[in-house]
């Protein structure tokens, strides 16, 4: 069964690229865990795969992010329409939690040779494949890869890892409980641009899995300075991990003369969140906190 589940994953995932349509997300998804999920992925099962932005990708479909890429061409896709027309040439942008650079990748191709974009993840083999994704598209040169954490403070922590079974690998956090520890280095971002002269921010995406409060009390001097736009998710589960609340995350952005606006499945702009739509439960995964105009 297993066989036939991944054959069918191929199959539609074939068709879907060349005739498009043919690939619903679910199935496809369901197809692939099913069918790959005996399977240990080494280096040599991997293969490279272009997404829709034109970006090769060192992939195996037994990882979530991966095969939603391998099958539908994209991860995150609201997301990354917003940065194909928002990002221009010579922007400074930086990913934090950059993964295996399904983002840093495309943020690279925008900001082309002119512009900066600087990548964190702390995690080695992850960090390794980050490189590897950037090498092959040519980006090294205008992307900056830093092994570290931004938290609240400059030394060092245990960092909660994935397992390299597990099949989401973005999971990694300073919070969340993770059965895999290893020991990391942590930065700010106020110290990092200082240390290292940064002298603008035009995007911030920070995926970091509940410690994006931790990651925004070392970041107040230059938010408010730089007045950067940030792609955030909000996920409650993860933010109790930290000892913080939906309010603790979105109050800093709006102290900070922030409006915070949701994202649209083409990329564009959607509803203005009030401080009142956090009081419920909520869940989102791409929240852009855009400064108020006039003060970039």
């Known amino acids: 069964m297993r066989f036939f589940a991944r054959c069918l994953f191929w199959i539609m995932s074939f068709l879907g690229r060349r005739f498009g349509g043919i690939r619903p997300r679910r199935i496809t998804n369901n197809l692939a865990g099913f069918g790959f999920a005996n399977t240990c992925p080494t280096k040599s099962t991997y293969r490279w795969y272009r997404d829709v932005w034109g970006n090769e990708l060192f992939l195996h479909p037994y990882y979530v992010i991966d095969r939603a890429i391998i099958a539908n061409g994209d991860y995150e896709p609201d ?34 040779a002119d512009g900066r974009v600087y990548c964190f993840e702390p995690v080695p083999r992850i960090n390794n494949l980050l490189r590897n994704n950037l090498q092959r598209n040519g980006f090294l040169s205008q992307a900056s890869i830093v092994a570290k954490a931004l938290s609240d403070h400059v030394g060092e922590a245990t960092f909660h890892i994935a397992e390299d079974s597990a099949p989401n690998q973005g999971m990694g956090s300073l919070v969340t409980g993770n059965t895999g520890e290893l020991k990391v280095q942590l930065d700010t971002l106020d110290h990092f641009c200082e240390n290292e002269g940064v002298k603008r921010i035009d995007f911030i995406k920070l995926d970091i899995q509940g410690a994006e409060p931790l990651f925004l009390q070392g970041a107040m001097r230059s938010i408010s300075q730089f007045r950067p736009i940030v792609a955030f998710e909000i996920s409650p589960e993860d933010l109790v991990n930290s000892g913080h609340t939906i309010a603790d995350l979105t109050s800093d952005f709006l102290k900070l003369g922030y409006t915070l606006r949701s994202l649209n499945s083409d990329g564009s702009l959607g509803k203005t969140y009030e401080a009142k739509d956090f009081e419920t439960p ?9 400064p108020a105009s006039g003060t970039r």
């Open 79 to 112: 997301l990354k329409k917003w940065i194909n027309n928002n990002i221009s040439k010579g922007s400074v942008c930086f990913d934090v939690g950059a993964n295996i650079g399904v983002v840093s990748t495309q943020l690279a191709r925008k900001v082309g």
């Open 282 to 290: 909520f869940y989102a995964s791409n929240v852009l906190a855009i």
